[in-house]
């Protein structure tokens, strides 16, 4: 390296270890100051009034608290306006220690992107990165400086409603999402003004609920733990997380909120994780209710010695501490480290120096919503569609076609565009900066294509009396367009559904529009993988549209026109029946593995069902096709400290640009302890003109070949290995093999 940068690098950090150091010498200096009671303060954050995302505790004194110095943060407050007045009272307390606001800000704040579930289908990691960005950009320009996400929850279980949260089943793509949303949230550094925290959430393994029932209990092996469950939320700690958020759920007995293995030993302790946890909402609180703590004093005695740093609108901290400082059951030494690890935040993010710094009316105008950034939301809305089925070509439409007829509950909507967790803006009109379905078709379409409309049934319920209507119209176009699924309220928080077909009678409204004869299309706008096993059969085009925001009409009306190649690939199986569930591609071999989808006898399968996903992990179809070949492997043995180069050639065979996600799978023949059957390790996202081609290269090293063993250490083991290079889990291309010899 040359002379010059290491004196540079040496310069570099000793100027920030020095700053670190002042803001270090500062948290001390301002900690001395500090009553127990105000340290405590810090540890307790309230909700604002204006939207509730759990259930709300009746107090009316927050205001007269945070005058008091007796609250450190607040969520839900919305806008430079209120995170103004409320930061006014703060700097009324006696050490005018500033506020930190918090929010939800899960995949855009007023510009709302696709579901994060539907980001992971663009596998486009740069895509991903500055959703979050735009969504920082805003969140810090309306005054928030914290935002509860990224969610890196595995999800495996399409009943639970939080699945549209996350990335989806695969660890490995779930820890490269986890990172990039990270960096989209904080930006180059923390306190610069475009920047907010980002919140790790939910530790740990809240995705794993038993049933797929919200909240509800967790018992898994430590081997899960570490080689499913963990891995994106270390991915996230290394992007740099400022704060994680814990979860509501048991782990093998313990509620994560009072888990010192989880907090202690393994976030804090061998991760050295220097930033702050803030409980999930109320579920310090909550550990009664789990039959883990007699009483509320009892809960915050677990959560604080657990690692719990900030309790969310439970109050067990703001109630109970001093007491159990006094009686000598919790060590001041705690508290104390809970609250340097928050102040620390907030000397970082520069509330010290101006507490008004995020609150400027004047940026929050220019910032929300704007081109930019709705041209950034139509981009990654694009990205995240996936194609699931284009018999005889359906798609893309002819811009000639006369007439099309727009049919289904979700064709007009606006709200139900934008998911679960979209932003609660107050005097919000969707229908003036969200675009519909039918808007974004209507944009698209010029003045000699008509379009007509029906609604034909609701999304839920079982009133058909609009199908007579929906038939008609049908009748009268070249093509039927069908927008069907669920309502932004059926997938989320709290919203396990038991049976995930497509509610109501959606499905009898696909067999109505096909038994008119016309051609078919059909959207599938959903949170979660539904099941839709007789519109899959039937219906020769099929895209699945998630939630896709702001700009979910003008997405859905370029790739239904040809003006956008879909690229989409799916991050979660989907099953055909519920009985099936949990289902995932990554699962073990058994020791009577079935030979094919539809094997009985003595093989692990169900007599009553294929033994396959619908769609698979990884899928998703293109307006073109790819050809891969001639895979090469630099080397069929290596040892661990060395590597292969894996390299095949894509070319588009097809007529049309379009964007493959070629997928890299291992498969380790056997270890100390059992391996799935395979395991996504590398992919990328390539994009190829017609006729173009491309020598694609991957590098397996011995990290690809890690896992937790017998002892639970990571290593690779010397042995057999395949290599599959997959257009899904299921679609494999080329496949070769390897030894790893010590
Ligand atoms: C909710 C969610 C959590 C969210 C928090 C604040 O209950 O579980 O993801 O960040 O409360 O709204």
């Known amino acids: 390296m040359k002379k010059t940068t290491a004196l540079t690098l040496l310069m570099i950090s000793l100027f920030a270890s020095a700053q670190q150091e002042t803001i270090d010498q500062k948290v001390n200096s301002l900690l001395k100051k500090m009553t127990i009671e105000e340290k405590i303060g810090q540890l307790n954050q309230y909700t604002g009034d204006n939207s509730a995302t759990g259930p709300i505790t009746i107090n009316p004194n927050k205001q007269t608290e945070i005058k008091a110095g007796l609250v450190g943060s607040m969520l839900n407050i919305i806008g430079t306006k209120y995170t103004r007045q409320y930061q006014e009272l703060a700097m009324q307390s006696r050490l005018k220690i500033p506020l930190l606001f918090g929010q939800d800000v899960i995949h855009g704040y007023k510009t709302t992107f696709p579901i994060p579930l539907a980001e992971a289908a663009s596998w486009d990691l740069t895509a991903i990165e500055l959703a979050a960005r735009v969504a920082a950009r805003e969140a810090s320009a309306s005054g928030i400086h914290w935002t509860f996400a990224p969610m890196v929850d595995i999800g495996r279980d399409p009943r639970w409603g939080r699945v549209m949260e996350g990335a989806g089943e695969d660890t490995y793509l779930g820890s490269k999402i986890a990172s990039a949303r990270v960096k989209g949230f904080q930006g180059n550094k923390l306190g610069d003004l475009n920047s907010v925290m980002a919140c790790v959430k939910h530790f740990a393994a809240y995705g794993a609920a038993v049933g797929g029932r919200d909240y509800n209990s967790v018992d898994m092996s430590e081997r899960m733990l570490w080689e499913t469950y963990l891995p994106p939320f270390k991915a996230a700690l290394d992007a740099g ?22 907090q202690r030993d393994i976030l804090k302790g061998k991760w050295h994780f220097q ?8 579920s310090i609180g909550e550990m009664v209710a789990h039959g883990y703590s007699k009483d509320l004093k009892a809960a915050a005695f677990s959560a604080i010695t657990a690692g719990s740093d900030m309790d969310m609108e439970s109050n067990a901290y703001r109630y109970n501490l001093a007491e159990l400082v006094k009686e000598g059951k919790v060590s001041v030494d705690l508290i104390d480290d809970a609250v340097k690890r928050i102040l620390r935040k907030k000397f970082e993010l520069g509330l010290f120096d101006d507490p008004y710094r995020y609150s400027d009316g004047k940026r929050e105008e220019k910032e929300l919503n704007n081109i930019e950034n709705r041209k950034s939301a139509l981009e990654v809305a694009k990205k995240s569609i996936v194609l699931l089925k284009n018999e005889n070509e359906t798609l893309p439409l002819s811009k000639n076609l006369k007439t099309i007829a727009f049919i289904g509950p979700m064709v007009k909507e606006y709200k139900a565009n ?33 379009l007509l409309y029906a609604k034909g049934c609701e999304v839920d319920g079982d009133n058909k009396e609009g199908f007579a209507e929906a038939v008609a119209t049908a009748n009268k176009a070249d093509i039927v367009i069908l927008s069907i699924g669920e309502r932004h309220n059926m997938s989320g928080e709290a919203k396990s559904r038991s049976d995930i077909h497509l509610p109501g009678v959606q499905e009898d409204l696909v067999k109505a529009m096909l038994a008119t004869g016309k051609p078919v299309v059909v959207l599938v706008n959903a949170g979660r993988p539904l099941i839709f096993n007789w519109t899959a059969d039937n219906v020769p085009a099929i895209l699945y549209t998630w939630w896709l925001g702001t700009e979910a009409g003008n997405a859905i009306a370029d790739v239904l026109f040809g003006d956008y190649n879909p690229s989409g690939k799916l991050p979660m199986t989907f099953p ?7 289902i995932y591609y990554n699962h073990f071999s058994t020791g009577r593995p079935a030979p094919d989808e539809n ?52 070319l588009n065979v097809g007529k049309v640009t379009g964007e493959e996600v070629v997928q890299l799978y ?45 002892k639970l250490e990571w290593n690779a083991e010397p042995g057999d290995f395949e290599v599959m290079i997959g257009a899904s889990s299921t679609d494999i291309k080329l496949k070769s093999n390897f030894e790893l010899v010590d």
């Open 241 to 262: 997380a400022a704060t994680f958020m814990n979860s509501f759920n048991d782990l093998n007995g313990i509620p994560a909120t009072g888990n010192a293995h989880l």
């Open 275 to 282: 930033g702050f946890v803030v409980s999930d909402w109320g």
């Open 418 to 450: 934008m998911g679960f967790w979209a932003v609660d803006l107050p005097e919000i009109n969707y229908d003036k900066w969200v675009v519909s379905q039918w808007d974004g078709l209507q944009n698209k379409v010029g003045k000699n294509t008509k």
């Open 576 to 582: 055909r029946e519920v009985g099936q569930i949990p």
């Open 599 to 650: 094997a009985k006898g003595y093989v692990s399968s169900y007599i009553d069902l294929k033994n396959s996903p619908k769609f698979p992990f990884g899928y998703g179809l293109s307006y073109t096709k790819f050809d891969y070949s001639g895979l090469k492997l630099s080397s069929t043995k290596i040892k661990s400290n060395e590597n292969i180069k894996v390299s095949f050639q894509l």
């Open 666 to 710: 291992i498969k380790d023949k056997f270890g100390s302890v059992v391996r799935p059957v395979l395991e996504l390790r590398d992919f990328q996202k390539v994009k190829l003109n017609a006729g173009e081609s491309k020598t694609i290269e991957f590098t397996i090293d011995k990290e690809k070949l890690s896992f937790y063993n017998d």
